[in-house]
């Protein structure tokens, strides 16, 4: 059975810095299979950030505009543990940020209904 449990969302003020974790258990994925999304009041699920496969063992970050420059997205294949860094932190980083897995190919993905397997959530809140 696979299980994604996130952890690390607390209160932050602006400025500040959060690093969440996704401890995945019941199968490995690869880097490019795996994301984070974030879902703030009122609003739809959005695309934070995945990896791209550049070829061979390599990856690279993709990430939303929204965040670029100031979130880092990491793997730690020895702890199937991915990670999201997350620094400079604005009142509109507010959100539950979730984890998320797929099994499929050839997908989108920055779109929701690419992934096959989701976290519970972590609450990320930041005060002005």
Same mark, same amino acid.
């Not at 952890?7 to 199968?27: I, P």
């Not at 061979?56 to 100031?70: I, P």
């Given at each position: 059975?696979?299980?994604?449990? %996130?952890?690390?969302?607390?209160?932050?003020q602006?400025?500040?810095? @959060?690093?969440?974790?996704?401890?995945?258990?019941?199968?490995?994925f690869?880097? !490019?299979?795996?994301? $984070?999304?974030?879902?703030?009041?009122?609003?739809?699920?959005e695309?934070? =950030?995945t990896?791209? $496969?550049?070829?061979?063992s390599e990856?690279?970050?993709d990430?939303? !505009?929204s965040?670029k420059?100031?979130f =880092?997205?990491s793997?730690? /294949?020895a702890?199937n543990?991915?990670? @999201?860094q997350?620094? /400079? @932190?604005?009142? %509109? !980083? =507010?959100?539950?940020?979730?984890?998320?897995a797929?099994?499929?190919?050839? =997908?989108?993905?920055?779109r929701? !209904?690419?992934?096959?397997y989701w976290?519970?959530?972590?609450?990320?809140t930041?005060s002005?």
């Amino acid at each position: 059975q696979v299980q994604l449990v %996130e952890s690390g969302g607390g209160l932050v003020q602006a400025g500040g810095s @959060l690093r969440l974790s996704c401890a995945v258990s019941g199968r490995t994925f690869s880097n !490019d299979r795996m994301a $984070w999304f974030r879902q703030a009041p009122g609003k739809d699920r959005e695309f934070v =950030t995945t990896y791209n $496969w550049s070829g061979g063992s390599e990856y690279y970050g993709d990430y939303a !505009d929204s965040v670029k420059g100031r979130f =880092t997205i990491s793997r730690d /294949s020895a702890k199937n543990t991915m990670y @999201l860094q997350m620094n /400079s @932190l604005k009142p %509109e !980083d =507010t959100a539950v940020y979730y984890c998320a897995a797929s099994l499929r190919t050839g =997908t989108n993905r920055r779109r929701i !209904d690419a992934y096959d397997y989701w976290g519970q959530g972590t609450q990320v809140t930041v005060s002005s």
